[in-house]
């Protein structure tokens, strides 16, 4: 018998929410971090842990010495973390795509492409991972569409972690 679990519902509004809103759904946990750094690192706790609790995903950041750069960073990666795991099916995305302007286009450190990230792969997800189908959808070339999924590693490589769920080959850089 196979054991197929639906797959997890991304909270309708938690890719737009503010920083503080976010952290507000969120445990934090603050640690010294590991390797080298000399007696700062030894000696204060600025590595941060964030787990989001509605979605148990986790998160450390530890590059930075400063705790509140450790904090927006980890911050950062969770709402791409949520983006690159969790699905809201249907015709929403589309919608929401149209609401942000040039989406597509955003680069990978802009504040709302973890947002943008999150519509594409809903589109994504709805097609079965299928490039043509989505890029269609969504008025663009599959050049287009790979490229926005292949700027960033972390994307990239979650989108090659979905598609070969439905084998499907890798994504090219």
């Not at 509140?68 to 249907?90: C, E, Y």
Request: with cysteine; aromatic share 2%; charged share 20%.
């Amino acid at each position: 018998m196979l054991n197929h679990q639906p797959p997890q519902i991304r909270p309708p509004d938690v890719m737009q929410l503010s920083d503080e809103h976010l952290l507000a759904q969120c445990s934090r946990e603050a640690f010294r971090g590991a390797g080298p750094g000399g007696q700062k690192r030894n000696k204060t706790s600025s590595a941060v842990r964030i787990t989001h609790q509605p979605t148990s995903i986790s998160i450390t950041a530890q590059e930075d010495r400063s705790q509140s750069k450790n904090l927006q960073l980890a911050l950062r990666r969770l709402r791409f973390a949520i983006a690159h795991s969790l699905r809201r099916p249907g015709q929403h995305a589309i919608d929401a795509l149209d609401a942000l302007p040039n989406a597509l286009e955003l680069p990978p450190k802009h504040p709302d492409r973890p947002h943008a990230v999150a519509l594409v792969f809903d589109v994504l997800d709805a097609d079965h991972w299928s490039l043509h189908q989505s890029a269609a959808r969504l008025n663009i070339t599959t050049a287009q569409l790979s490229r926005f999924l292949t700027q960033d590693p972390d994307t990239h490589a979650a989108a090659n972690t979905h598609r070969a769920r439905h084998s499907l080959r890798p994504l090219r850089t």
